[in-house]
């Protein structure tokens, strides 16, 4: 049946996330919302049995929910993944607008350019001499496209974003406002007088499909070769990425995060905010860097580490909690200090190395010269 406009069947929302529903399967979503704040027309979620109190509380006429999570006799999909269902039910009330196919007349394209029909390009877009944009690819106002520059399929370039020459772009890319793919990498090297002189970076960046790159990242050109960014892999903003670097494919780098030249990211593994690499490291498959760490040699296939500089992360849940200790240790070590004479009251440190013996301890008699027992008398 047809759905009327703006509103959406709870049933017919279960049959297209594969789900079966509870109670009123035509109850009409018209928004979605979080708990806390949803009303009777809106669709909302409960991502555990921790919230099960607070779904309780709740207005939303409608629950996404996990199964042992009593929906109070609402309309409800019970789901074994409630997040995610929600997600994809979030995409289907609320799909986000696109402009129409065509460029802006306000928008540059060169003549040896060629932009797909099916293309959206903003005003202010500029795009280069030999750049191709492929079937459904939005440029928003304000992009600018190098020469030499393939973007593909169905991506979103969001304003402000800055593609310089020779980047290779795949399919159902993601770059948000402000990002600068193919900037010049880092690299430097001292002349015969030492000083700076900058070394060329001729190489180029490639982004597989399905990747996204959160407002303001870097991804720098390589020195030589490519810098690569693999298929499905996430990076959040703030995030630079240096020349040479390969990021995984499903890797997750998180904000202001940042890898110093030629750093491998293995397949799935997860960076987390504020961490950083020094360059020619490898963090490996399916790896955990913990926020704010930094990374000084690889780090294996699955491993979990924090810190600067990196420990794995048992030993650094130890060292975190000996640290807390520390303050309690030194007042008792100065407490022992002070007994045993070593620390004045003034708090002090004895110059002395050695304990003082006690004044009424006798010392030990020694031999006479003319091998005398002790406590004889010379005649």
Not at 132 to 160: F, K, P
Not at 169 to 183: D, H, N
Not at 188 to 210: A, C, L, S
């Amino acid at each position: 049946m047809t759905e009327p406009t703006g509103s959406l069947r709870l049933a017919t929302l279960a049959a297209e996330l594969g789900r079966e529903w509870v109670g009123d399967g035509d109850f009409r979503i018209e928004g979605v919302a979080p708990l806390e704040s949803a009303r009777e027309s809106e669709l909302s979620y409960v991502r555990s049995s921790r919230w099960a109190a607070a779904a309780a509380r709740s207005r939303a006429g409608a629950l996404i929910l996990p199964e042992d999570v009593d929906a109070g006799g609402r309309p409800a999909i019970p789901s074994p993944s409630p997040a995610l269902d929600f997600a994809r039910a979030v995409r289907r009330v609320r799909p986000p607008s696109r402009p129409a196919p065509g460029a802006s007349p306000a928008a540059w394209v060169d003549a040896d350019a060629t932009v797909d029909p099916s293309a959206s390009l903003g005003p202010g877009t500029v795009v280069g001499a030999g750049s191709r944009v492929g079937a459904r690819t939005i440029l928003h106002a304000n992009v600018t496209i190098y020469g030499n520059v393939e973007i593909g399929e169905d991506c979103e370039i969001h304003s402000g974003v800055v593609v310089r020459e020779d980047t290779k772009i795949g399919k159902r890319v993601c770059l948000e406002p402000g990002v600068l793919i193919g900037g010049d990498g880092f690299g430097y090297i001292h002349d015969e007088e030492g000083r700076f002189e900058k070394v060329p970076q001729v190489g180029r960046v490639v982004i597989e499909d399905d990747v996204e790159i959160g407002a303001g990242s870097t991804v720098d050109r390589a020195t030589l070769s490519e810098t690569r960014i693999r298929r499905g892999a996430k990076i959040d903003n703030l995030v630079q990425i240096a020349h040479n670097c390969d990021v995984g494919e499903g890797a997750v780098i998180a904000a202001q995060s940042g890898l110093s030249g030629s750093t491998v990211v293995g397949p799935g593994a997860i960076i987390m905010a504020q961490a950083g690499s020094a360059g020619h490291l490898r963090v490996g498959a399916r790896a955990f860097v913990g926020a704010r760490a930094g990374l000084h040699r690889d780090v294996p296939d699955g491993a979990r580490v924090w810190g600067s500089p990196q420990m794995e992360e048992r030993a650094w849940h130890r060292a975190v909690v000996a640290l807390a200790r520390l303050p309690g240790a030194l007042r008792r070590l100065r407490a022992v200090e002070r007994k045993l004479g070593l620390r004045g009251a003034s708090g002090q440190v004895s110059q002395t190395s050695e304990p003082q013996a006690p004044a009424d301890a006798a010392a030990p008699e020694r031999s006479g010269a003319q091998g005398q027992p002790p406590g004889s008398g010379s005649s």
